[in-house]
């Protein structure tokens, strides 16, 4: 069975339109998020043009600072105390990655945790390790709805995730294992990475190389997350896992497009739609 992320993110946008309607309704100021980007890379404009778009989809507001390659770190680092400081801003999102002369952590641990909406604010990534309530990650967020709305039971099975970003795997591990899950992590030193996956109940793989995973790496009826977003060398869009080879295999799968790429800008929202309403009960 296949698990198309597309339409579950179409479902929680619907909830978040309707809540937005009845916050415009109410004569209130509307959730505003705002997306810093620095430099032309194409991936990261596209990236920050979907975040727009579904902002105005769902009757966010929204605001883009697009910076010039040659920014230096000083000036952005204003421009994110600006943003913390501008009460009509609810959620920051520092587009990544940044050019090299700029430390990105640095910039990070300048956000708001409060308008974390990225969750990697190192008060909000201690909050994910101690089980306590702040902003998650968008992808391992949209991960975990997708298991969830898959109805895949978590606690005390063996879930293999390949990849241990700071974006992504880490956090998603982290994730898992708050659910109970047994969680094994691999990474680029693993050996015999495919007999470590083949005894996965369920794989999350996030590793950024085309369609690595083959049917070898997977035991039968495993649930399959592929968050890679890769162009083959058919030019085409694809994942990390072989998607004809390994479906056929196991019980449930996510394809690439459709599956976790939609959750991500749709996690975002609820994380920007959270930071809205905790700054609202706060005011
Ligand atoms: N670049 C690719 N994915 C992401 C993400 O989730 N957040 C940010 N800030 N940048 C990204």
Redesign the pocket.
């Known amino acids: 069975m296949i698990i198309y992320g597309n339409e579950i993110a179409a479902k929680i946008k619907e909830e978040i339109k309707a809540k937005v309607d009845d916050i415009a309704a109410q004569g209130k100021r509307k959730p505003c998020l705002c997306v810093i980007l620095v430099g032309d890379d194409p991936?990261?404009i596209s990236?920050v043009k979907g975040k727009e778009k579904a902002c105005a989809q769902i009757g966010f507001a929204s605001k883009m600072i697009a910076l010039p390659n040659d920014t230096k770190e000083e000036e952005l680092l204003n421009i994110v105390h600006a943003c913390n400081e501008d009460e009509s801003i609810d959620g920051i999102?520092?587009?990544?990655?940044l050019p090299k002369h700029i430390n990105a952590q640095n910039i990070i641990a300048n956000i708001d945790p409060k308008k974390d909406v990225?969750g990697?604010h190192p008060v909000n990534v201690a909050k994910l390790y101690q089980s306590r309530d702040g902003f998650v990650?968008?992808?391992p967020q949209g991960v975990m709805q997708i298991l969830k709305e898959a109805k895949v039971s978590l606690a005390g099975k063996h879930v293999v995730v390949v990849g241990r970003s700071h974006?992504?795997g880490s956090p998603v591990a982290r994730l898992l294992l708050n659910e109970n899950a047994t969680v094994t992590m691999c990474h680029s030193y693993t050996q015999d990475l495919s007999k470590i996956t083949a005894m996965a109940d369920i794989l999350v793989v996030c590793v950024g190389k085309p369609r690595m995973i083959t049917a070898e790496y997977v035991k039968d009826g495993a649930v399959v997350i592929d968050v890679g977003v890769n162009r083959g060398e058919d030019g085409k869009l694809c994942g990390d896992v072989d998607f004809a080879n390994v479906s056929e295999k196991c019980s449930l799968i996510t394809p690439v497009p459709k599956g976790v790429g939609p959750m991500?800008i749709c996690m975002?929202l609820v994380n920007t739609l959270k930071a809205y309403e905790g700054r609202m009960n706060n005011a």
Do not use: F, R
Request: aromatic fraction near 6%; hydrophobic fraction near 45%.
């Open positions: 991936a990261s990236y999102l520092v587009q990544l990655p990225d990697l990650p968008c992808t974006l992504v991500t975002l």
